[in-house]
Structures are given as structure tokens and as C-alpha cells.
């Protein structure tokens, strides 16, 4: 359970996350759920299981060339390069190829956010979104921001979204990490 939240302000794509995991076991764990690739261009957040996390952010995936447009290489270059990293891995899925655990992935570049769904990438066309079991109440904490012009910086409409998360859904808790690009 968790939440990672992101926006785009000013041109630049900023996200949180909560930092609990809570294991099988009942014992809790405290980790950061974003991360920047290695020429911090892009800013990953995933919501699931701790092995899918680690197989995504270490998967070596190619870097994005400068002249290219994100969705472009998010479908060509990409995705197509994780989904073999990641198939090869066949203990992260079930028989119908979903991720045990549960997994969804929210990235973003260059002012534009993008979820992966499945072995697709979409669009997001909102200046705002989030993943995880406690979307719901991030989403309406940004989405009020957002459509009441909110004196609120970014960095602070995240923490907020995050808080809610956390107040609502029991596994969404720890500390707030928030990056940008």
C-alpha cells in the first residue's frame, strides 16, 4: 500500500511519495518510492511490490537521447526494453501476466507525467496524477489545489496529497519524499 503523487509546474514535473512498506509479516519498513534516473531527467514512482520496485528502478534500461520526445521514447525505446527485462523475471507475475503484488508505474519529463498500464504507456493529459491505494485522496487534495488556484508551491501540494493519503488509508504513512526534473 502507498501513494505516489505527481504534478507539473512551471514546466517541471515534481513527485512524492509516502515511504512505508509495510511487510507480509506485519513488520514495517521506510524507503523512498521515487527515484531520478542516472542523468536525472526523469523522475519514477511506483506503487506495489518491493520486487517489482527494484526490478524496474535497477533494470539498466537505455538512456533517453536529448532530442527525443518522451512519449516517443517511452514506446520505442523504453518500454519495449523493459518488458524483456522484466518477463524474464516471471516470479513478479501470475499466470495472466499481472504483477504479483500489484505494480503500477508513474513517470514523468520534460513538463509531461505518463502511467504504465500493463505493458503500455499513456499520456497523462491532466497536469496532475496518482498511483497507489491511496490515489483517491491525493488526487482530490491536487485536483482542488490545482482548479482553486492554490498559492501552495508544488513541493507543499504534494506533501498535502501525501497527508490525506496517509490520514485515509491505513498502509500510506512514514516520511514525504519529493523530487523534481
Known amino acids: 500500500m502507498t ?71 517511452l514506446v520505442r525505446t523504453w518500454m519495449p526494453a523493459l518488458r524483456e527485462k522484466l518477463t524474464a523475471r516471471k516470479e513478479l507475475f501470475d499466470s495472466d501476466w499481472d504483477v504479483r503484488g500489484g505494480g503500477q508505474i508513474l513517470l514523468g519529463s520534460q513538463g509531461k507525467l505518463f502511467k504504465v498500464v500493463g505493458f503500455a504507456v499513456v499520456p497523462i493529459e491532466e497536469p496532475f496524477f496518482a498511483i497507489g491505494s491511496g490515489e483517491g485522496a491525493a488526487y482530490g487534495v491536487l485536483h482542488f489545489c490545482h482548479n482553486s488556484k492554490s498559492s501552495i508551491g508544488p513541493k507543499g501540494r504534494l506533501r498535502h496529497a501525501i497527508t490525506a493519503a496517509a490520514d485515509h488509508y491505513e498502509g500510506v504513512g512514514g516520511s514525504h519524499n519529493v523530487l523534481s526534473v
Do not use: C
Open 3 to 73: 501513494v505516489v503523487a505527481a504534478l507539473v509546474h512551471e514546466g517541471k514535473v515534481w513527485m512524492g511519495s509516502d515511504s512505508l512498506y509495510v511487510h507480509s509479516n506485519g513488520t514495517k519498513h521506510f524507503f523512498s518510492k521515487i527515484w531520478l534516473d542516472e542523468t536525472s531527467t526523469w523522475v519514477f514512482g511506483i506503487a506495489g511490490s518491493l520486487s517489482y520496485r527494484q526490478a524496474v528502478q535497477y533494470a539498466e534500461l537505455p538512456k533517453s537521447p536529448a532530442d527525443t520526445e518522451p512519449y516517443e521514447y
